[in-house]
């Protein structure tokens, strides 16, 4: 006999975002890599193996208080759930295969299954989530046709429900699902909502699409039939009505629902299902069981951009509208990072606490995370994946901790003593270090609904930080000119300027102005970062070209970089357009220009970087379309780094005496203020070089030539990395430089002596103000966590001993913006000089 694993497989849950795959998503065909990995033999020694362990593991029986058949049901009370007028909050797990060990393998099936209830109360686990549905083999289906059942699977449902109230556990019913995970020789054989379709197609000889489902009058009455007939079923083993059993918590209306481009029509489903539910069972609580995305069809551009992909945006599902009705109880989400190609906890808990806001603030209802967990390859240490689980788990107990909506967690799948099925997200009953880690936060939990305080955390902001891999968490994001995100081209007060792609900064000694290359507006302009109040210095607006002059009247062509020196007198522009460097004398008003487009080293080619010293008389410009690094000091030019001539043919990636060292495409630098060292922003070296102008030497100091989104110390073990890093400046002290990673949509702080990486602000594209990382507190406006669009310029200022100013040209929403970050105890040696 073949086994299968999950039925939230690998390459059923991949973001469907090539039409082949999606269609192979739910047809039931997996890939053959699928087919290698999951399928298991069963023997029979590998059964007396199960036995063997099962019994040995439930040689000694616990002590228990059973759920009996007059005991209260959980209920909704506000945004909490209530067991007996006290608040019931669990920590729970997925076994969807519960009901097929138990009717499928014979005895050995039920000890696997008491085996699991045992360990589970061991670990104060209080609630299992599973299918009451089974059929990934023909002989092991749930149901044979409309209306038919297996009375053998059946009764191992039976079995489970008795067995979980035994244990004081209570039981979450999947009622189906949208995933078809058939694996059978017979090729007519489906499982979820395929197998209703074959059946219409058996009967009527009529093929249906799978989104028919949800309007099709068949098999909406095939459902009701099967919600009927599960909710009256009476319990063989101790005689309880399903629906009068409060062993039962509550039901899924359909494991992870999706209606591609058709979210009302699934909306309508939804709303038509659960009233149906409830119109039988006045009992139990019900939800929907989806992922939790939010669709283009109801939420806004904001949601759209919290969704894991442009993909979940029409999947059918949206998180407020689905969970908004009356008969809905309460809001589940389930998280899948690998799958949608979000491998990183930061994402896991900015999808969490946007959906606590969701639940608190929208829905007012109760909330659970319903499923999560992350990959393990075979081999492959335990840290990362309980690290994820970990994560989960703080979000959980802080918000339990204020008193919000969190109800329950439930992980992602846990498989019995010896059981050799499983995806890559699977559990195994031994899998000692994670049960330690859910042993410990089970009981955390429990301990948080009795210790509320509402500045409570479960953990210290140096936790916080270095799980998130922040500088700190401490901090906001505000818009300082350009508010509307529109394009243009306004003077003025910070509510009505406009910018048209902003690109390099640079502040004047006394922190007061900020000066911008205002790079599609052809102009040079000045925020003030007191008050955002804007002018344009240099440049006609709209009109490229080359004419020295009157500020008023001078032309510039797309100027990209700006340096000034302390005294804040002039400012030298890099004029990419030009292929020449400017210079805008503030007191006279005048241009002039300072390096022309023919050297003694050939053209200058598209210089996207300049920086100076503290005075101005060391220059260093960043001649990108040569690949090479300029000395370019009182107006003469003398070759740093990189190649002297044809630098286009002489890209690359190479330390070492700057003679013989290569850069590609690098655009930006920031030096120090004693004129020693410059640093540059390697665009398609994807890394962070240092020049040591003593020497002459050529370091990279962070970033290794390939793009990507880590930070120092991740929990993939891999080098921290970018993807196109753009400005960088440095701070009053030298010891961080800031850099505008471009495509990350972030600003980053590496550590200049021992070349570390953490990100200050900023996650998925967007034009957001608000909080660092999103945070769960009182403060509602915590929960937004900034955006940025593809940053391009940054400037940094002191704000204080503990705390810096940052300001980013945040190109593609047309914005200065500002980061105010404490910085935390930990790095008080980091903060200004008090310049």
Known sequence: EDRWGSAASLWQR????????AREATSGTAPSIR????????????????????LLAASVAP??????ATDPFVTVDGLKFKLGGEQFVFQGFNAYQLPEGAGDWGPVGKLMVKDIFKQAKENGLTVLRTFAFAGRLKQNALMTGPGEYNEKMLEAIDFVLDEAAKQDIRVVLVLESYWNTAFDKDKTHANGIHKYLQWIKASKNETLEVNDFYTNADCKRMYKDHVKFMLNRKNSINGRIYKEDPAILSYNIMNEPRCEECGKVLQSWIDEMAAYIRSIDKNHMITVGEDGFYSSEFSNENYMKMNPGEWANNQGQDF???????????AAIHIWPDDWNHREVRFQHDWILQHIFDAENKLKKPFVIEEFGKTREAGESFDRRNRFLETAFMDAETNVLKGGAVAGTSFWNWYGRGDGRGDGYAIFSEDSSTFEVINKYSDRLKQAVHNKDENAAAFTTEEFNALYGLLSSEGRVETLAGKSGEPGHADGSSDKTKLNEPHGLALSGDGKSLFVADKENHVIRRVDTATGETTTVAGVVGEPGLIDGPAAEALFNGPVAVTVPASGDFILVADAGNNAVRRVDLGAGTVATFVAKETPFGWLGNPQGISCDETCEKVVLVDSGNSRVLDISNGKVAVLAGPEDKGWEKKGFQNGPAANATFSFPLNSAMTSDGKVVYIASNDNTAIRKVDLSTGEVTTLAGDGTDGTRDSENIFEEPARFRWPMGVALSPDGRLLFV??????????????SGAVKTVAGWVPGFQDGAIIATDSNDASSFVAAMFNTPRGVAVSAAGDTALDIFVSDSANHAIRKIHVELPASAVEIRSNGK
Request: proline content about 5%.
């Open 14 to 21: 991949a973001s469907p975002t090539d039409p082949q795959r």
């Open 35 to 54: 087919e290698t990995k999951m399928r298991r033999t069963v023997k029979p020694a590998w059964l007396l193996a199960v036995a063997a362990a099962v």
């Open 63 to 68: 002590s228990r208080a059973e759920i009996a």
């Open 320 to 330: 407020i509208a689905n969970h908004k009705g009356k008969d809905i109880s309460y």
């Open 740 to 753: 505008a990673d471009q495509y990350n949509h972030r600003v980053r702080a590496v550590d200049t002596q």
